[in-house]
Structures are given as structure tokens and as C-alpha cells.
């Protein structure tokens, strides 16, 4: 089978798979489906996280950075591996493609890439469901899989892989999992509970609100009746009591019967705080600030503090992740040459929301170099600029002269007298 052929026949339209099972127990064994419909299709807060995440990841500038023996850096903003980043297959753009990664990262704590053909330079780059893969093992113990085999029937197809230096035609990038090495943790796991708790509680304020915000109860009779009566008496309840249309209306028992509440109001089971403790947790695990996925924890004072953190702590460190693999993934097929190396990057002085840091870090430097504790090159180098080739830029600035000790009882050249003009 040509490969153009296995593409137009096995791979799945991006962004066609969905799934999950409601249940009060967290502790049941939840697959990578489960985990798509309950959490990523119906919480909110962890489609928010996901959503605040994929899209700062996929707003960076990407750049390939060329390294030569002696460790010096040239930014390249023109390679066939860019090229191919920004339009990965037919049918997505790099922002489409890093997206659906990024969730899938997210959702199932892996994601497997295709590329394609099988030799030579990529044309194309899918995203792969995880949820219909694989992963096949070597029966001595190998730390490395032997194959990945996706889908199912007449389209199933093995990928192998080689087990001395792991190369295949699928990448996968994976979160680390303590329980099985082959496969990622999905972060909705520790977060099962929290997630849960939220679902379950708007579940249950939408069922008060659809019968009039009253929690359910039992009717008592004095004394015994007939099930004839008990079975009137249910039918009364649906039709007078329950649903949108009937919220408000007024139930009248009548023969000793009495109605009592059996469930807990929301104030009593503190919905709210119920609610909102869920909350943070499912951010937390996601690595979200809460100002950025509810607006009762954002103020116009916190929300650059919010995007900093979640650059710093969560997109800096999984874009290098991607990157590094990707890197590996891509570059050995285009040869750059035994002398240099080249690796894929990002901008991060692209990113607005970093400029605070930026900012810091530069006053840092400043105060350094007139302190003397540091060269202004060290400093550049701190920053991420070249080294200037200048005089005393490689020595320390003595503090108050800004001169190198070199020079520091050097005085300065008398004035050029400028010689007067004659009148005219």
C-alpha cells in the first residue's frame, strides 16, 4: 500500500474522536475515551486549561537554531523543516496541528505523530488518536517498544521501530507514568476526583434549577394505604411537581400524608466551596493559574502575574519537551553537516506575555555589571545577545566609572581648541 493511499484511507479527520463515563468512583480504571467526553467535552474547567495552554503554545514564533563545535548560536528563520511546520498535512496549519498535540498531550498524557512517507524527508505530520494505538513490546524486557499498531480491521497498520536506537516512523511523546513506562499518564487521572466533584455538582444544581430549585423528599401517611394510592401519588408528583413548567407550583397532600425533604440543600452541603475547591484542584493539576479559567479569582491586578506563571511553569517547559522530540523526530532528515547541529526553537522574546521578565532580568544585569560582579558580555550572554567584540567588554566595569581597572586612572584627552574665526 502506497503511503498516499494508507493516508487517504486509514487516518482519521483531525478532530474526530470523542468519549467518557459518568461515576461517582474515581478509583475505576478510565480509558483515554472516558477521559476525552468527561473531562475535555463536558467540564469547563479543564477545557478552559487545555484551551489556555494549546493556544499559548501555539502563538510562539518558531525558529531553527544552528550550533557549530565551538557552541555559537545562528538563528535560521528559513528551513524545509519550518516549511513543513507550517503547513504540517493538507488539511492544518501549524496553530491547528500544535492545538490538537497539545490536547491530546493534555487529555491522554501522550500523543503520537505519523510522518510520512516512510523514508526520506516528511512531507506530512499527523496527530494520531492514542486511544487507537498499541504499543508493542519486546517479550525480554526491552526498554524500548518494538512496534506501534494503530487502528483496527483492514485498516490496522504496525509501525516498528528499532530497538538498538529507537527510530520509527511514529514519535511519541509521553508524560512520565510510574505504572507503565510504555505509555503516558493522563493528568485528568489524579485529577478524577476533583473533576468529578464539579461535574456532579453542576449536575445537581442544574436539577434544582429544572424543578424549581426544591431538593426531593418522602411522603408520609398516617397509616397504611393502598398501592393503588401510592402509585396516584407518584404519578401526581411527576406531573404536578417536577420539570421546567411546573417550578413553583404548590403540592396539596391531602388524608394524613406529609411531605418531608430527604436531600441536603445546596447551602448544606456547601455547594459553593464545594465547587470552587474543585476547582483549583483541576487547575492545579493542569498547571493553570485559577485567574485565567474563572473570573471570581481574576482581577485587572493579577492577570499579567497569571500569564507569566503559566508561561513559566507550564508552556516554557512542555514547548522545549515537544520541541527536543520533534528535533530528534525531524532534523537527522535533512543532514545539516557533522560541524553544527540544528535544533528547533522558539521566540520567547515574541511572547508579551514574558516581558516582565524580561524587564527584571535586565535590570539585574544593569545593576551587575555597575556593581562589578559581572562583564557587560556575561551579561549579553545572560540575556541571550551575542558577545561584542569592543574593548573591556570581556573585563569588569569598575563600580561608579563604568571604566575597566585597566583603565581606571586613565585621564581623558584634553580638549581640541577650536580656533577662533576671524571677523568678517
Known amino acids: 500500500m502506497k503511503w498516499w493511499t494508507f493516508r487517504k484511507k486509514a487516518l482519521p479527520a483531525p478532530g474526530s474522536t470523542a468519549f467518557f463515563v459518568t461515576g461517582l468512583t474515581s478509583a475505576v480504571t478510565r480509558t483515554i475515551k472516558q477521559y476525552a467526553g468527561e473531562g475535555y467535552e463536558q467540564n469547563p474547567i479543564v477545557y478552559a486549561c487545555i484551551s489556555r495552554i494549546a493556544e499559548a503554545c501555539s502563538s510562539v514564533k518558531l525558529e531553527v537554531h544552528k550550533l557549530d563545535s565551538q557552541g555559537n548560536k545562528t538563528v535560521l528563520n528559513k528551513h524545509k523543516v519550518l516549511d513543513l511546520l507550517k503547513r504540517p498535512n493538507p488539511t492544518q496549519t501549524w496553530v491547528d496541528f500544535i492545538i490538537e498535540l497539545i490536547a491530546w498531550h493534555r487529555v491522554a498524557g501522550e500523543v503520537f505523530i505519523l510522518r510520512l512517507p516512510e523514508k526520506g524527508p516528511a512531507a506530512e505530520l499527523y496527530c494520531l488518536d492514542p486511544s487507537m494505538i498499541q504499543v508493542e513490546r519486546d517479550a525480554n524486557g526491552s526498554a524500548v517498544p518494538t512496534a506501534y499498531v494503530y487502528g483496527t480491521g483492514p485498516n490496522k497498520r504496525t509501525f516498528p521501530v528499532n530497538i538498538v536506537t529507537g527510530e ?75 420539570g421546567v413548567v411546573n417550578a413553583g407550583n404548590i403540592p396539596i397532600l391531602t388524608g394524613g400524608a406529609k411531605f418531608t425533604p430527604l436531600s441536603h440543600t445546596p447551602k448544606d452541603m456547601d455547594f459553593e466551596k464545594s ?108 540575556m541571550g545577545f551575542e558577545d561584542i567584540k569592543t574593548d573591556g567588554a570581556n573585563s569588569l566595569l569598575v563600580a561608579g566609572t563604568m571604566k575597566t581597572l585597566d583603565h581606571i586612572n586613565d585621564k581623558p584627552p584634553a580638549p581640541v581648541a577650536t580656533p577662533a574665526k576671524e571677523p568678517a
Not at 187 to 209: C, E, F, V, Y
Not at 295 to 306: C, I, L, P, Q
Open 168 to 242: 520509527s516512523q511514529v514519535l511519541h511523546i509521553k508524560t512520565f507514568n510510574p505504572s507503565d513506562p510504555f505509555r503516558g499518564l493522563p493528568p485528568m487521572k489524579p485529577a478524577a476526583r476533583a473533576i468529578d466533584t464539579h461535574n456532579h455538582g453542576a449536575q445537581w444544581n442544574s436539577n434544582l434549577l429544572l424543578n424549581g430549585a426544591r431538593p426531593s423528599g418522602i411522603v408520609e401517611f398516617a397509616s397504611t394505604v393502598a398501592d393503588s394510592v401510592l402509585s396516584q401519588m407518584r404519578e401526581f408528583f411527576k406531573k404536578a411537581w417536577q
Open 275 to 382: 465547587m470552587g475547591e474543585a476547582a483549583k484542584n483541576v487547575a492545579l493539576v493542569f498547571g493553570v493559574p485559577l485567574p485565567l479559567v474563572t473570573m471570581e479569582a481574576s482581577t485587572f491586578s493579577n492577570m499579567d502575574a497569571a500569564y507569566e506563571r503559566l508561561w513559566i511553569d507550564t508552556v516554557m517547559p512542555l514547548l522545549g519537551s515537544i520541541l527536543g522530540a520533534l528535533t530528534n523526530f525531524l532534523m537527522p532528515l535533512y543532514g545539516s553537516g557533522s560541524s553544527s547541529v540544528e535544533i528547533l526553537a522558539y521566540n520567547a522574546d515574541s511572547v508579551s506575555a514574558l516581558e516582565p521578565r524580561r524587564t527584571r532580568l535586565f535590570t539585574r544585569m544593569q545593576a551587575a555589571v555597575a556593581g562589578s560582579l559581572i562583564t557587560p558580555n556575561e551579561a549579553r550572554a545572560e
